[in-house]
């Protein structure tokens, strides 16, 4: 460990912001930071085979399709995780062939709580931040998207929005 003398890495943040009086922080300063000048050691290096997991799956998370009926894209791939031994595997399932209900649901489900869980939490952040702010005005976040849903389905394409 060395020289290092200080908080956790959950404080490494507050501990570099402390320190440099920063208050817009660039991720790569503070590794930089706590890597030159506070001793923490670097982490073990990615294993390649889990790397390239993590790349194929934003690759299929952000592969898209397009509906033959409306033209709206749509994900080709979902994901949805299963319990194996005492960690979680995500596996993934073509929306188009292999994809049945029973499992498409449990994607769909899983997604809809990730973005329940955000919504969760965006509301203890935003209820936090107007209690310890009471002499400004409240920062109120709508959390009901079905409007804004809505809107972005039906709104034109791009492309006839630059040649409309």
């Known amino acids: 460990m060395g020289k290092?003398?200080?908080p956790d890495q959950r404080d490494l943040?507050?501990?570099y912001m402390d320190e440099t009086g920063e208050t817009e922080v660039d991720m790569h300063k503070v590794a930089r930071w706590a890597i030159l000048t506070k001793g923490w050691k670097v982490p073990e290096p990615v294993d390649?085979?889990?790397r390239l997991a993590r790349q194929l799956s934003k690759e299929a998370r952000e592969q898209t399709r397009y509906d033959a009926s409306t033209g709206k894209p749509y994900r080709a791939y979902h994901a949805f995780?299963?319990?194996q031994g005492d960690r979680q595997l995500t596996l993934w399932i073509d929306?188009?062939?292999t994809a049945p209900r029973r499992k498409m649901h449990i994607s769909l489900q899983q997604r809809?709580?990730?973005m329940v869980g955000d919504g969760l939490q965006l509301s203890f952040d935003a209820d936090h931040w107007n209690g310890t702010h009471p002499t400004e005005e409240p920062i109120n976040i709508d959390l009901d998207l079905t409007e804004d849903v809505e809107w972005?389905?039906?709104a034109p394409e791009e492309d006839?929005?630059?040649t409309g």
Do not use: F
């Open 48 to 50: 390649p085979v889990d």
């Open 13 to 15: 943040l507050r501990w």
């Open 81 to 83: 995780s299963v319990p």
């Open 112 to 114: 809809r709580e990730q």
């Open 152 to 154: 972005r389905k039906n």
């Open 4 to 6: 290092r003398s200080g």
């Open 95 to 97: 929306i188009d062939g």
């Open 160 to 162: 006839e929005k630059k």
